[in-house]
Structure formats: structure tokens, C-alpha cells
């Protein structure tokens, strides 16, 4: 993938095609055949296509739900690249998974994602009946782009009183935030693939609004106002993440004013919904029993510490397994045809057994 980054990034620049959408064709998966242990079918909820995967063992109760949500930075991914490990799920935990295929960015800016899954997770939770899902046990669950799509629908249902409460929300090397790139994790793993720094913020950029011009002042701090970053400083900070985190090195960053037509293009970085560090107390306090899964050599690592951090002070019950040689997007490398890690499997065995928990 970084290699059609860097192809991507030349066929742009002459003018043959853009660089997201040479990603997409070279990340065309070929989708597995039929599952002996599953039924697999692609529905529509509403206007969001959605893939769910269901058991075919008898039951003589009412299964556990789960939403996924796939990563790909807002821009790439789908419910195919994400078929192995949906698969995996629904068969381990003995699950229903409904895989999300929300529209991506650039060309459905941010909150069309957002909407999508949150429409979805809706009309899945108003049917359980039709699925045989318990639905005091259904889980918001997403990687990378899409941790940030569970935990951003997971804070909007927590305050619907017409829906069951969400049992939990498990959450995958999850970004939840966009105010602070120098953090320290950003600073060691700048560029460890398969999330380098910069990429990591041109993805939040493409979600916001499509274009990326502004991506040095976000990288350096200057694209917040200083007074708006020390009212979240109080959540989005190097001094709330363990000084052992720091030992590979961090720096602290020095604030920087933010140009106001800058500020202007960059200000829906405030809202929950697309940075759910940001929610209030009132919010968090509300929020389910929660799984957060953080690998060391990963920008998004502080990102899932700070969050875990704001569940816990505000009396939510969170597991929190960190991989400690484990690198963004190890999870999906699980089950692969041709490769894996013994770090991804004892994370996503983790994740199952949480699931079981339920």
C-alpha cells in the first residue's frame, strides 16, 4: 500500500489520475467464496449498503450484534477489504457482524461517514428481530478511521432514549482527534509505516473537506486557535499520557497562532462527531463498557491513551490491551493469505474474547 501511495502521488502530479483513487484500484481485494460456518448477505439499511454475517449454527437464544466499521482513512477501504476479519469475528464470537460500506472522502466529505454508519447502527438496532440479535447486546466496533466512526456514533446513542443502549463500544488503534499532531507517539512513529505522520493528517484532511492544502499548518500546530487548544488541553495533551510512553523520545511543541482564514476551513475539528476526544464529561459519563486496543509503533497510539484516560475519570468501564510490538493496521493482517503477525493474533484474540464476555 505504501508503494501505490508513492505511484499514486506521480500519476496525480502528470495528471492521469488522483492519488486516492489509484489506492483504491490497487487495494481491490478478491472476496473469499461462501463460508461453511456463515450466511453471508449484502442488504441495504436505508440508503447504506451494509454486508452481514450470520452464524449458521442453531441458537436457541438471541445472538450478541456487532457494527463495524472498516478503517482506510475516511478515503479507502470497504466492506470486501475488511471480509476476513468480519468473517473471523462473526465465526469466533459466534456473533452477528454487519460491516458498514459508508461512502468515503473526497468525494463525501465528513459527516456524509459519519451519517452513514449512524443510520445504519439505527435502523439495525429499530430490527433486531429480523437478524435473531439481542438488542441489549449490541457493540459498535471499527479500526483506525473506523474506531473513530464507533466512538463518534457510540457518544450520539448514548443520548437517544428511543434505542436500546449500546452494550459496548471496541475500538481499534482509533484516531480522536485532529488539534495535536506533535504529540508524543506522532513524534516517535512519524513515519513507521503504515501510518506515517503526514498521512495521517492529509486523511483527516480529505474527510473534513476535501483538500489537503493546509496540511503544514496542521502538522505544525497553527491551524487552531491557542486559546480554543488550552481549553482542550485539559484532554489533548502529552501530560496526560504515562511518562513511560515518552521514553522513546518526545519533545514538547510550542503553540503557535492560527491565521483566522485558516482557522475558518479547520473549525469543524471542534466537533465530537468527527474528533470524539473533544465530547464533554456529560457525554463520556454515558458512554458503554468500552474495549481500546493501541499498538507502540502507531501515530494513533496517544490518541486510544488519551481516550482511555477520559473513560476511565468519567466511570466507564474500560479493557485496554496494547500491543507492544504491534504497528497501525497489524489487526487486518489477521487471517491474511499471505501474511500475519503473532502480536495481530493475540490482539484480535483479544478482541474476540471481549466480544464473548458480552
Known amino acids: 500500500i505504501l508503494f501505490a501511495f508513492e505511484q499514486g502521488k506521480i500519476l496525480e502530479k502528470i495528471g ?9 484500484y490497487m487495494q481491490g481485494v478478491r472476496t473469499p467464496g461462501a463460508d461453511q460456518k456463515l450466511f453471508i448477505k449484502d442488504l ?4 447504506v449498503p451494509v454486508r452481514i454475517y ?8 438471541q445472538r450478541r450484534g456487532v457494527m463495524f466499521f472498516h478503517g482506510g482513512g475516511w478515503t479507502l477501504g470497504s466492506v470486501d477489504t475488511h471480509e476476513n476479519l468480519c468473517r473471523l469475528l462473526a465465526r469466533e464470537s459466534d456473533s452477528v457482524v454487519v460491516s458498514v460500506g459508508y461512502r468515503l472522502a473526497p468525494e463525501h466529505k465528513y459527516p456524509a461517514a459519519y451519517e452513514d454508519c449512524l443510520n445504519a447502527a439505527i435502523h439495525f438496532m429499530r430490527n433486531t428481530e429480523h437478524y435473531g440479535v439481542d438488542p441489549a ?26 434505542l ?33 505522520r503526514e498521512r495521517a493528517a492529509f486523511f483527516a484532511l480529505q474527510y473534513l473537506n476535501g483538500d489537503a492544502s493546509h496540511i503544514e499548518e496542521v502538522l505544525e500546530g497553527s491551524h487552531i486557535p491557542v486559546d480554543i487548544k488550552l481549553n482542550y488541553m485539559k484532554w489533548v495533551s502529552a501530560d496526560n499520557i504515562p511518562e513511560k510512553f515518552k521514553a522513546r523520545g518526545y519533545k514538547p511543541h510550542v503553540l503557535l497562532d492560527c491565521p483566522t482564514a485558516v482557522y475558518e476551513t479547520m473549525k469543524r475539528f ?6 470524539p476526544l473533544l465530547a464533554e464529561d456529560a457525554v463520556i459519563q454515558q458512554l458503554p463498557e468500552s474495549f481500546i486496543l493501541t499498538c507502540e509503533y502507531d501515530v494513533l497510539r496517544d490518541d486510544g491513551l488519551l481516550y482511555k484516560k477520559r473513560l476511565e475519570d468519567n466511570g466507564v468501564r474500560v479493557t485496554w490491551y496494547h500491543l507492544e510490538d504491534g504497528f497501525h493496521g497489524i489487526i487486518s ?5 499471505w501474511m500475519s503477525f503473532s502480536s495481530g493474533e493475540r490482539g484480535l484474540n483479544n478482541i474476540v474474547n471481549f466480544l464473548k464476555s458480552l
Not at 450470520?54 to 437464544?61: D, I, V
Not at 471542534?270 to 474528533?275: A, G, Q, R
Request: proline letters at 8%; one cysteine or more; aromatic letters at 8%.
Open 44 to 47: 441495504c439499511f436505508g440508503n
Open 54 to 61: 450470520q452464524p449458521k449454527a442453531p441458537t436457541s437464544s
Open 333 to 337: 493482517f489477521s487471517n491474511s493469505d
Open 164 to 196: 436500546p443502549k449500546l452494550r459496548a463500544q471496541i475500538l481499534i488503534y482509533p484516531g480522536l482527534q485532529a488539534l495535536d499532531f506533535n504529540l508524543p507517539s506522532y513524534q516517535q512513529n512519524r513515519g513507521v509505516p503504515l501510518l506515517f
Open 16 to 24: 492521469i489520475c488522483s492519488e486516492i483513487n489509484f489506492v483504491r
Open 137 to 162: 447486546r449490541i457493540s459498535v466496533c471499527g479500526d483506525s478511521a473506523g474506531g473513530n466512526l464507533a466512538a463518534a456514533v457510540s457518544q450520539t446513542l448514548a443520548g437517544r432514549s428511543d
Open 270 to 275: 471542534c466537533e465530537p462527531s468527527l474528533c
